[in-house]
């Protein structure tokens, strides 16, 4: 009976101690190394994962606060999101489905000129119907949202102008000027634009008021067919998608692009759609669905990692954790007592490094917004709906990374741990499995990493046929010919000042468009403008000079040799003609320059040569390009300075060859993001070796020393067990060698410019990862080489 009460009592004592976790704390606190790498792994993989987290749910949800998000939707064509201005107007009388349209004209121009009284500012002007504030859901902090945009010369402007502008002054029924020409009142201020495709732009104005800034932008002008979104809000319960036959046949009684077949398809998109549609050009603000995908895959992947890892480490320390779950076992803890402990244990450690992993997002927020370009906003976990999510994820996580160490310990029979037989019957099939996975997986990474890298360098360094080394690409900002006059004197007073050129833009941004046919040819010319200076500054070549006499700036263009293929005339053509425009001679033949960056599309250009005169061009030039020598950085910093001395407004200048490099954002983006995963894979992957090691170097200790015994030396026993563990890379090359050429090849068939698959790039993958793997073995094998036999047959008994 005593005896009987006595073991009651133990194993009563047992139950109560079962969420009693000191051991499983102290066991940490003396496995330190163990304690960190398994910590850090699942804190950095948990920071990616809260952060890729709150990232996609913003991406998806783009748009979602407006209102009528499921009633709105544009009318688009097969390569774009924009039209004319009338082309909603039309639709709308046409078609009894639409309840109201709102064309809206985005990014019209860099920057406009505001003055406030004696303050100067560069703003950026949205062009908007009245019925903007009735289709969408923006927010109003001041102003009444059914008056603001009635009157023709009220603005809206946004709450971050709004603070720069008038400071802690009411900024309602305040008059500013645009441009030295235009007047406005303020009628609201609006939160900033954030979360949609809608950009953000500074100043709201009416739609009544573009053709100040863009004649061809009028309600009654279809020539600019690429500058508006033709925003429509459908009536409840309707769908204009069944329509889009009729839509198209409706088009083309009507808009040129459609007429002249440059768009030959009429598109529906849905407003929750439109975020991730692709468009060559678009003004508007757009997502990419894959690259979100791909970031919440290897965001995953990365996970699955740290929890091997968590498994191969607490797998490895079975020995010590067996000691301790034999002697529980023989003071009454069942086995489903020891199983509920241990998975009790790895849901804490998996809920103390979601912690950290919730710092380690903060800390480095603002790396990830510039990265993505986007805000990523963590008040989002504090939701009831993400603080479920998470409750959730902390407890799948710990029972995946705690199952299979938590039954193998807890199936541990007390005897085979006093014999010291529970460390040489445990298998290590899974690990050696996760490790071979593991390497193919940074193998895979490793092999997009550089082939990315390789890619966008060739694209950022291709010979586009005109320079683009050391040009500063500036908007003509200044409000006078006398401003623009002074600006050029103390210019051209800079010892690094080389030439100073005026364009109507540049090859790298395009220029005017015109379209027309040519002998029932759809052609799509650009007519570029510039001075000699800035045509030699660009290094532009004249192919052929037809010196036709009095050409001047009204009559005759220069023409690529893409224009004469296109329109398949001789080069020694004396004239051409496009659609309606009367013949115009041909000045000449300039050599083939490529528009745009290497991965899009060129055009034909037509080309002027004018005089640099800032009085000789129709409302002046678009761009002033100065050209510079020396350092760039102080060259730049001192040609901001004298241009916002003289305008008073912010420079907006960039180098050339950066706008190109820039226009590669996306790609480089995604490669930075893969690149940044491929070194925390490789680092996880080198903890998750060096767990695998630790545990097989321990099970082999005694066949080592009976190796040694029996006469083995040192060197050949470290050999033996170094190529134990280099198996495992090369299998894993072997695996992810034929993967990775799939996977890239795919990628880099997007590019007409691309790089060729060389098989240095696996090699050098390959061996990366071989380097680093003998690095995580070598010196765990050399202890148990040169370890003495008999404390290793000691340790094993």
Same mark, same amino acid.
């Given at each position: ?392 994820? &902390?407890?799948? %996580?710990?029972?995946?990374?705690? @199952?299979?160490?938590?039954? +193998?310990?807890?199936?541990? /029979?007390? !005897?085979? $741990? ?31 990493? &550089?082939?990315? %890298?390789?890619?966008?360098?060739? @694209?950022?360094?291709?010979? +586009?046929?005109?320079?683009? /080394?050391? !040009?500063? $690409? ?324």
């Amino acid at each position: 009976m005593k005896v009987g009460y006595v073991f009651n009592l133990i194993k009563n004592e047992e139950m109560n101690n079962l969420f009693n976790l000191k051991s499983f704390f102290k066991f940490l606190s003396r496995n330190k190394i163990y304690t960190i790498i398994d910590v850090f792994g699942l804190s950095v993989s948990l920071m990616f994962v809260i952060l890729i987290a709150v990232y996609t749910s913003q991406e998806l949800s783009t748009d979602s606060f407006q209102a009528n998000a499921d009633r709105l939707c544009v009318v688009a064509s097969e390569g774009s999101d924009a039209t004319a201005v009338p082309v909603a107007y039309r639709l709308q009388e046409r078609y009894p489905e639409i309840e109201k349209v709102c064309p809206v004209i985005p990014n019209l121009q860099n920057g406009v000129s505001v003055y406030y009284g004696e303050k100067k500012f560069s703003a950026s002007l949205l062009f908007a119907d009245s019925t903007f504030f009735d289709v969408f859901s923006f927010k109003l902090i001041e102003g009444n949202r059914a008056t603001a945009l009635n009157d023709s010369y009220s603005a809206v402007i946004s709450e971050k102008f709004a603070k720069t502008m008038f400071g802690s002054e009411e900024p309602v029924g305040k008059s500013i000027r645009l441009s030295d020409s235009t007047s406005v009142v303020v009628s609201a201020v609006m939160k900033d634009i954030d979360h949609s495709v809608i950009p953000y732009h500074d100043i709201l104005l009416s739609i009544d008021r573009v053709t100040e800034f863009n004649a061809s932008l009028s309600k009654s002008n279809y020539g600019n067919a690429g500058a508006t979104i033709a925003f429509l809000l459908m009536r409840p319960g309707t769908d204009l998608q069944p329509k889009t036959t009729d839509i198209l046949s409706f088009l083309k009684t009507f808009l040129w692009t459609y007429q002249l077949n440059f768009n030959k398809e009429a598109h529906v998109i849905p407003l929750r759609q439109l975020y991730f549609m692709k468009y060559d050009f678009s003004q508007l603000n757009h997502g990419d669905k894959n690259f979100v995908w791909v970031l919440m895959s290897v965001g995953i992947l990365i996970l699955i990692f740290s929890i091997l890892n968590y498994i191969n480490l607490t797998v490895a320390q079975a020995g010590q954790r067996a000691k301790e779950m034999a002697t529980r076992r023989l003071l009454g803890s069942s086995r489903k007592d020891l199983f509920i402990r241990l998975m009790m244990e790895a849901t804490l450690l998996t809920f103390i490094s979601f912690l950290i992993g919730l710092f380690l997002a903060k800390a480095v927020l603002p790396t990830a917004n510039n990265l993505l370009q986007t805000k990523i906003n963590l008040m989002d976990v504090c939701s009831p709906a993400w603080i479920g999510g998470s409750i959730v994820l &902390i407890l799948l %996580i710990g029972a995946l990374a705690g @199952m299979l160490p938590s039954i +193998l310990i807890s199936a541990a /029979k007390p !005897i085979e $741990v006093v014999r010291g037989t529970f460390r040489r019957r445990t298998k290590m099939v899974f690990s050696k499995f996760f490790i071979t996975f593991q390497n193919a997986i940074t193998m895979i990474m490793l092999v997009a990493s &550089i082939t990315m %890298i390789m890619q966008i360098n060739h @694209m950022i360094k291709a010979p +586009l046929g005109y320079n683009t /080394k050391n !040009i500063i $690409v500036t908007y003509n900002v200044f409000n006078s010919a006398s401003e623009w006059t002074k600006a050029e004197e103390e210019l051209r007073q800079q010892p690094f000042v080389k030439n100073i050129g005026f364009t109507n833009g540049t090859p790298f941004e395009g220029t005017n468009n015109l379209s027309g046919t040519y002998e029932g040819k759809t052609l799509s010319f650009q007519q570029m403008m510039l001075d000699s200076t800035a045509f030699n500054m660009l290094n532009l070549k004249i192919k052929q000079d037809n010196h036709v006499a009095n050409a001047g700036d009204s009559i005759g263009w220069f023409l690529t040799e893409k224009a004469f293929r296109d329109m398949d005339i001789a080069e020694n053509a004396p004239s051409f003609k496009i659609g309606d425009e009367k013949s115009l001679p041909i000045l000449g033949v300039i050599k083939d320059f490529h528009l745009r960056n290497i991965a899009m599309e060129t055009s034909p250009v037509m080309l002027r040569i004018k005089k640099h005169d800032m009085s000789g061009w129709n409302m002046g030039p678009w761009n002033i390009l100065i050209e510079v020598h020396g350092d760039p950085a102080i060259a730049y910093k001192k040609v901001s300075d004298i241009y916002e001395k003289i305008t008073g407004v912010e420079f907006n200048g960039k180098f050339l060859d950066q706008s190109i490099q820039e226009s590669f954002e996306q790609q480089m983006r995604l490669s930075k993001i893969v690149g940044i995963f491929t070194a925390i894979a490789i680092l996880i992957s080198l903890l998750g070796l060096l767990a695998m090691s630790t545990y097989f170097i321990h099970q082999r200790s005694q066949e080592v020393a009976v190796r040694k015994v029996f006469g083995s030396d040192s060197r050949m026993i470290l050999k033996q067990l170094i190529l134990t563990f280099m198996n495992y890379v090369l299998i894993a090359f072997v695996i992810a060698t034929p993967v990775a050429w799939i996977v890239m090849n795919h990628w880099l068939s997007n590019y007409s410019y691309r790089i060729s698959l060389s098989p240095l790039i696996f090699v050098t993958a390959g061996a990366f990862c071989l380097l680093i793997s003998f690095a995580a073995v070598f010196f765990q094998s050399w202890n148990a080489a040169n370890r003495n036999p008999v404390e290793s047959i000691k340790d094993n008994n």
